[in-house]
């Protein structure tokens, strides 16, 4: 007994909500509009479509064509004509027993459609509201959104004003392209609505509005900067790719993502010539860049280096080995030069000592003076070995940077193993080994 109890309530609980509804619902007909320079399957077509917009509203219960044919039919009363004056929408009103009527009127001149339209209280008799509706294009513009445009005069209605970050964005709204942002959108029907809005380098912005009140709305939207992918490559793979001197994109072969714009990409690689490109974003479309860098030459490194030590690892993009190259060979020839002064002084210095000793006047003075002499010799050959030593590490260092720069130039060589017949028929393997120059 509880079950049933409870399932009476919740039945008689949706009965009188369903009732609530239907009353706070105005109870509408909508007769054929009269057609003045249109055929009459238009205007019934335009006329199914007003009551459809009515119903969209969800602030009026439209009495089906079928039930109105229905009604007429059981008061034996036919209409001879459209019915669009006042007398005769109140009368068929009456007899369908709605509270309002709608009727009117849809011609055309040359390119352009008007529609009047007509709301009866029918309880009064008179005309509560009359809309008055141009439009100028084709006849199917006027069944797409022209009907819902005179639907959205005659209901409760709202403004809106929209606008972007930045301006200039394309209002699309329920669909239909209506102008640009910053813009007000005014007398439009309660309720949900399609809000688009579209600007070339933006992402489209797309959502719902919902209009509950009678009042100016206003709504502001920040668009996205729409990126778009640029497809990198080229040789050698692994390259490194820059945007401009700055920022690292990644290696051969990568993607970037960016804005509208112009932009400056350079591909790098130890061992080749960098080159640069452009790409230029101003459209929706899929962008690419691929560029093959240049390998540099293994015997220009060799010839740099030649006549600086250090120069040949900076031309191959070796540039710390070529820096720790050539402040050692600085540093070899300023000891070089400081040997080469020691030494010349203390020849000097053993060259005097040797006046004196064959100055010398007796054998005291003689010992002294060779003692000295010996002296000053022992110390001229240490500067000497010392001079030797820093000329040898000078020249060495030298003959090593040069052969460094082309044996390790950037690149690996290529090694090969190949079966080679001998004399006697048999396989050998031949292994070779080639440089890139």
């Given at each position: 007994?509880?079950?049933?109890?409870?399932?009476?309530?919740?039945?008689?609980?949706?009965?009188?909500?369903?009732?609530?509804?239907?009353q706070e619902k105005t109870a509408v007909a909508v007769l054929q509009?009269?057609?003045?320079?249109?055929?009459?399957?238009?205007?019934?077509?335009?006329?199914?479509?007003?009551?459809?917009?009515?119903?969209?509203?969800?602030?009026?219960?439209?009495?089906?064509?079928?039930?109105?044919?229905?009604?007429?039919?059981?008061?034996?009363?036919?209409?001879?004509?459209?019915?669009?004056?006042?007398?005769?929408?109140?009368?068929?009103?009456?007899?369908?027993?709605?509270?309002?009527?709608?009727?009117?009127?849809?011609?055309?001149?040359?390119?352009?459609?008007?529609?009047?339209?007509?709301?009866?209280?029918?309880?009064?008799?008179?005309?509560?509201?009359?809309?008055?509706?141009?439009?100028?294009?084709?006849?199917?513009?006027?069944?797409?959104?022209?009907?819902?445009?005179?639907?959205?005069?005659?209901?409760?209605?709202?403004?809106?004003?929209?606008?972007?970050?930045?301006?200039?964005?394309?209002?699309?709204?329920?669909?239909?392209?209506?102008?640009?942002?910053?813009?007000?959108?005014?007398?439009?029907?309660?309720?949900?609505?399609?809000?688009?809005?579209?600007?070339?380098?933006?992402?489209?912005?797309?959502?719902?509005?919902?209009?509950?009140?009678?009042?100016?709305?206003?709504?502001?939207?920040r668009l996205s900067v729409q990126q778009y992918q640029v497809a990198?490559?080229?040789?050698?793979?692994?390259?490194?790719?820059?945007?401009?001197?700055?920022?690292?994109?990644?290696?051969?072969?990568?993607?970037?993502?960016?804005?509208?714009?112009?932009?400056?990409?350079?591909?790098?690689?130890?061992?080749?010539?960098?080159?640069?490109?452009?790409?230029?974003?101003?459209?929706?479309?899929?962008?690419?860049?691929?560029?093959?860098?240049?390998?540099?030459?293994?015997?220009?490194?060799?010839?740099?280096?030649?006549?600086?030590?250090?120069?040949?690892?900076?031309?191959?993009?070796?540039?710390?080995?070529?820096?720790?190259?050539?402040?050692?060979?600085?540093?070899?020839?300023?000891?070089?030069?400081?040997?080469?002064?020691?030494?010349?002084?203390?020849?000097?210095?053993?060259?005097?000592?040797?006046?004196?000793?064959?100055?010398?006047?007796?054998?005291?003075?003689?010992?002294a003076a060779y003692e000295e002499w010996q002296s000053q010799y022992?110390?001229?050959?240490?500067?000497?070995?010392?001079?030797?030593?820093?000329?040898?590490?000078?020249?060495?260092?030298?003959?090593?940077?040069?052969?460094?720069?082309?044996?390790?130039?950037?690149?690996?060589?290529?090694?090969?193993?190949?079966?080679?017949?001998?004399?006697?028929?048999?396989?050998?393997?031949?292994?070779?080994?080639?440089?890139?120059?």
């Amino acid at each position: 007994m509880t079950i049933k109890r409870h399932l009476y309530f919740l039945a008689t609980s949706l009965l009188l909500v369903s009732t609530v509804v239907a009353q706070e619902k105005t109870a509408v007909a909508v007769l054929q509009f009269e057609p003045r320079n249109i055929s009459q399957a238009e205007a019934v077509i335009l006329s199914d479509r007003l009551r459809a917009e009515l119903v969209a509203t969800n602030h009026f219960n439209v009495l089906e064509r079928e039930q109105m044919d229905k009604i007429l039919r059981e008061q034996k009363l036919q209409l001879t004509g459209a019915c669009s004056d006042a007398s005769c929408l109140v009368k068929v009103g009456q007899l369908m027993a709605v509270t309002k009527m709608m009727g009117g009127t849809i011609s055309k001149i040359g390119n352009t459609y008007t529609v009047q339209a007509r709301v009866i209280d029918v309880e009064r008799g008179v005309i509560e509201t009359e809309v008055s509706q141009d439009f100028t294009g084709t006849i199917e513009d006027v069944q797409q959104w022209g009907m819902k445009k005179v639907v959205w005069k005659m209901v409760p209605s709202a403004s809106l004003f929209v606008s972007s970050i930045p301006a200039d964005a394309d209002v699309y709204w329920d669909a239909r392209k209506i102008g640009k942002t910053d813009l007000k959108i005014e007398n439009e029907a309660l309720g949900t609505h399609r809000l688009v809005l579209k600007k070339p380098g933006y992402q489209d912005y797309e959502g719902t509005v919902s209009l509950k009140e009678v009042k100016d709305y206003d709504m502001k939207v920040r668009l996205s900067v729409q990126q778009y992918q640029v497809a990198l490559d080229g040789t050698p793979a692994g390259a490194e790719v820059w945007l401009g001197d700055t920022v690292k994109v990644g290696q051969l072969p990568c993607q970037a993502s960016l804005p509208f714009g112009t932009y400056n990409f350079k591909f790098k690689a130890k061992g080749y010539h960098t080159v640069s490109g452009l790409v230029a974003i101003d459209r929706d479309q899929g962008y690419s860049l691929k560029l093959d860098l240049k390998r540099k030459s293994r015997t220009q490194a060799a010839i740099t280096s030649l006549f600086l030590p250090g120069s040949g690892q900076r031309y191959s993009d070796r540039k710390a080995m070529g820096a720790l190259y050539l402040v050692g060979w600085l540093g070899c020839m300023g000891w070089t030069g400081v040997s080469i002064g020691d030494y010349e002084s203390s020849r000097s210095d053993t060259e005097e000592a040797k006046d004196l000793y064959d100055q010398a006047a007796d054998a005291v003075a003689a010992q002294a003076a060779y003692e000295e002499w010996q002296s000053q010799y022992d110390e001229l050959m240490t500067r000497d070995k010392r001079l030797k030593t820093a000329i040898y590490a000078t020249v060495g260092l030298w003959v090593f940077q040069f052969i460094d720069a082309p044996a390790f130039f950037p690149g690996k060589p290529k090694v090969q193993a190949v079966p080679v017949p001998d004399k006697t028929g048999g396989l050998k393997t031949s292994l070779s080994l080639t440089y890139s120059w």
